[in-house]
């Protein structure tokens, strides 16, 4: 089976600007979850989808987002970037047991 | 009650030894502790987990130790070696509902031939 894919693998930005981060599960993985890691803050956990739908949110601001597709992949978004928005966002795929798949990471860059 | 405690921060082993990363945690409701190795430029990759019916569970020359009542939990790498030189996470989830990881603060190990 292929891994978890996620697109792409470095962006650079501008502050202000916004940004939109793809992740492909693991076949028949219905579970997508984003983390993002920075040096300071560690992982620290952002939202997860089953099933097209929302099933838990992080303490993040508004303005990170996500969502989920029929086919079970899924995209992030973070609008007006910040510079401190510069972290390693990787996503996570589940199947029906307990384990959890991470992908490579985007390393996305603000300056 | 969260969090997972993560110790040491870093560690130096000798080719051979054992190296030994431990983590705490408060949330009781907690059923699932993976440990992830990282590589720098890769994502985490899944090393080892456990659930709290068992105290331990073997792969390889990869150990975790769980104590329930302590509410502790513990990698054991036998015979390091420099190809384990990496960052170590672990984590603990509540499975209900979510695969929500909270993830420790890591140990960056070391093994020098």
């Known amino acids: 089976k292929a891994g978890v894919t996620q697109t792409p693998r470095y962006l650079i930005k501008t502050r202000g600007q916004q940004v939109t981060l793809s992740c492909s599960p693991i076949s028949g993985h219905r579970s997508v979850s984003w983390y993002q890691q920075t040096p300071g803050q560690g992982l620290q956990f952002l939202f997860e989808y089953f099933s097209e739908t929302q099933r838990n949110k992080g303490n993040f601001p508004g303005r990170f987002s996500g969502r989920q597709f029929s086919n079970s992949r899924s995209e992030m978004n973070v609008s007006t970037l910040e510079l401190g928005d510069s972290a390693l966002y990787l996503c996570a795929s589940g199947g029906t047991g307990y384990e959890q798949y991470f992908g490579p990471g985007t390393r996305l860059t603000v300056t | ?113």
């Open chain 2, 1 to 113: 009650q969260q969090q997972v405690k993560q110790s040491p921060q870093s560690l130096i082993v000798q080719k051979g030894g054992i190296s030994i990363i431990n983590c705490a945690y408060e949330n009781t409701a907690f059923d699932y502790f993976p440990w992830y190795q990282q590589f720098p430029g890769k994502g985490p990759a899944l090393l080892i987990a456990i659930r709290p019916d068992v105290s331990e569970k073997k792969e390889g020359r990869f150990t975790i130790s769980f104590n329930k009542s302590a509410k502790q939990f513990s990698l054991h790498i036998m015979d390091s070696q420099p190809g384990d030189s990496a960052t170590y996470f672990c984590a603990a989830s509540r499975r209900y509902n979510t695969d929500k990881l909270i993830f420790g603060t890591g140990t960056r190990l070391q093994v020098f031939p």
